[in-house]
């Protein structure tokens, strides 16, 4: 039976293609929404050299963006953890296209993006670096051979698959939910959660009414305070990943995190698609 929605909808793509093609958001080309050359540039961390505490690239020995367990301050006391969550990966710099991807997904509802990003938290969940073997060598653009160079031997990070009893989304603020009719981390854990097995638990509420975007960081922190919480009747599992799209200060994280921790849960990690720093 001929399904009229169906024909009209694909006529209407169609139509809407021929006058307004689609066009990569790196490079502006016609044809894909991400071309192959634009995916291959992605400012992708690297998990095995990242801050395993905070997510930041390069950080694994030594950390800029937060305090090693045990440093201390210049009075030799204990720096308290700034975080709530134990451990935190990023497949991303927020930079360049990466911001573009995250700034059209969550601004101009180009839901087309969201397997992107969910493909980025799920290699961040599992250890792996986003689009591991699918680079271009450096050999192909660089005439200079490069075997003086011996690669940095390194383990790659535990997958936390294994670990964790579920994944927890951040949930949009009343506010932001109302301006773009869904939850846009939602839609990204349906599909994290379809690619790596993990349950998906929505238990987590938000009374946050005002953009963190728009506010200083004290104002963001007193905003966030008591801002989360577990919805009743629903009991998070011990082993929590929550996701996110950016971390910025870990303060957003950090509090679910902590509401997370206040009910059944014992240790939260989080994953993200971009990191800035
Ligand atoms: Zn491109
Ligand atoms: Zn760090």
């Known amino acids: 039976m001929l399904d009229f929605n169906h024909i009209f909808r694909s006529v209407a793509t169609a139509f809407a293609e021929t006058i307004w093609p689609t066009r990569c958001i790196g490079c502006d080309l016609p044809g894909a929404l991400l071309c192959k050359n634009c995916l291959g540039s992605l400012e992708t961390i690297n998990p095995a050299l990242a801050c395993p505490r905070c997510g930041a690239p390069n950080g694994w020995l030594v950390c800029t963006e937060c305090p090693a367990p045990g440093s201390l301050d210049t009075h030799e006391e204990p720096i308290p953890t700034p975080f709530s969550f134990t451990q935190a990966r990023a497949a991303c710099s927020y930079e360049g296209i990466v911001k573009r991807i ?46 003086a160079i011996t690669p940095i031997a390194y383990e790659p990070p535990e997958s936390w698959l294994s670990w964790a009893d579920a994944i927890v989304p951040i949930p949009a603020s009343p506010k932001a939910l109302k301006r773009r009719g869904y939850d846009h981390m939602l839609i990204i854990a349906e599909q994290v959660s379809n690619s790596t097995g993990l349950q998906l638990m929505h238990c987590l509420s938000t009374g946050t009414t005002v953009d963190q975007r728009l506010l200083s960081s004290t104002e963001r922190k007193h905003n966030l305070e008591e801002s989360f919480s577990v919805k009743p009747s629903m009991a998070p599992p011990a082993h929590v990943i929550l996701i996110d799209d950016v971390l910025t200060t870990g303060a957003t994280t950090s509090a679910a995190a902590s509401a997370l921790l206040k009910s059944s849960t014992q240790e939260v990690r989080v994953a993200v698609f971009a990191r800035v720093w």
């Open 102 to 147: 995250i700034s059209s997904y969550k601004d101009k509802d180009e839901l087309r993006l969201a397997p992107i990003i969910a493909a980025g938290i799920s290699a961040a969940i599992a250890g792996r670096q986003l689009g591991e073997g699918m680079r271009p060598s450096a050999r192909t653009d660089n005439s200079v051979a490069c075997d």
